[in-house]
């Protein structure tokens, strides 16, 4: 059914507020703090998606996506979307839970992110992405290339995410006390987005969408749904956006964080070029980074770790620019 997309959309919504979980703010700590503790969050959401999803392939539930990757493509957008979510300050994932917050700038960013995305599937920049996604290489997946089973690569992640878990223990408890008196920390925050994750890509399989989170189409989508009215683009990946924004929205008030945040002519300038430049680069990537840094290496992708890491690096080009880099607001 689709409608189990905004089912899966609430729950992310309200997972990505209350943990403030945005995936720029970690892969920034991953770049600047260079410690395994800071690792951790991410690798716990992968770990869980890696089992979770290889066990629902093995039932034949879900199939992972066969397309080889495009190397120029995925190389050049992964930079471009790394620098964009730099600019914005957050990822489409960020941008989604901040907007439920009622933070403007988050949604001019979207706004600008879901135009470009259209026009990079129907627009001006249609024939110029397809272009770049005709070179296409042999690589598909990490245990394909290598011949080995999943499993030699699920069980050392596994070990990994449990020793940087470790690394990272504080006096803060892992599951928070009061679900709506208090943020929850990043690791709780992780194992709920894997679990949700999981069950998302479940749900959406048996609408033929063969994928797990993902926002970058879904976007567009909403955008071209909400202007045209058009039957065809209210999908499950549509309601999954519906149900980010509307479940951040509504954790935001119950724990009262909900308030409008005015707008600068500054932060404007940054919302739309980091729109333009995430919407460039998810068209060229195959996706922002839920789709490439959790999603895509939670099954061995080559493309979601190469863009990862890419991602990371354009990151690290903006902020290295600026005076104190952890401290920019996701």
């Not at 690569?153 to 006390?177: D, E, M, S, W, Y």
């Not at 009061?178 to 709780?188: E, G, M």
Request: contains cysteine; aromatic residues 12%; charged residues 10%.
């Amino acid at each position: 059914m689709l409608i189990s997309g905004l089912f899966i959309g609430l729950l992310l919504g309200v997972i990505l507020q209350r943990g403030q979980f945005c995936l720029s703010g970690q892969l920034r700590n991953i770049v600047f703090k260079r410690d395994l503790a800071s690792f951790s969050p991410l690798l716990i959401a992968i770990a869980v998606q890696s089992v979770g999803f290889f066990l629902l392939q093995q039932q034949g539930i879900i199939r992972f996506p066969a397309s080889s990757m495009p190397i120029f493509a995925t190389l050049f957008g992964a930079f471009l979307f790394g620098v964009g979510m730099g600019v914005a300050n957050r990822c489409v994932s960020g941008q989604l839970y901040r907007a439920g917050e009622g933070m403007i700038a988050a949604i001019i960013t979207l706004i600008v992110f879901a135009i470009t995305i259209v026009a990079t599937q129907t627009g001006v920049l249609k024939f110029w992405v397809a272009a770049q996604l005709e070179s296409e290489s042999s690589l598909v997946s990490i245990p394909q290339t290598l011949g080995v089973s999943p499993l030699f690569l699920i069980v050392p992640l596994c070990l990994l995410a449990l020793f940087a878990l470790q690394k990272n223990r504080k006096n803060t408890p892992l599951v928070p006390r009061s679900l709506f008196r208090q943020f929850w920390s990043p690791n709780f925050t992780a194992v709920l987005l894997g679990l949700v994750s999981i069950l998302g890509w479940a749900l959406s399989a048996e609408t033929g969408r063969e994928f797990g989170l993902s926002f970058s189409i879904s976007v567009g989508h909403t955008l071209q749904y909400v202007t045209l009215g058009q039957q065809r683009y209210l999908n499950w990946g549509t309601y999954l956006v519906i149900g980010v924004v509307i479940g951040s929205f509504l954790s935001a008030k119950l724990s009262g964080n909900f308030r409008w945040k005015s707008l600068s002519p500054t932060d404007f300038g940054k919302s739309v070029g980091g729109g333009v430049l995430m919407g460039v680069g998810a068209a060229l990537t195959g996706g922002c980074t839920m789709a490439n840094a959790v999603v895509g290496t939670a099954y061995f992708s080559w493309q979601g770790w190469i863009a990862t890491f890419v991602m990371m690096f354009g990151v690290w080009c903006v902020f290295i620019l600026r005076k104190n880099p952890l401290e920019s607001t996701c």
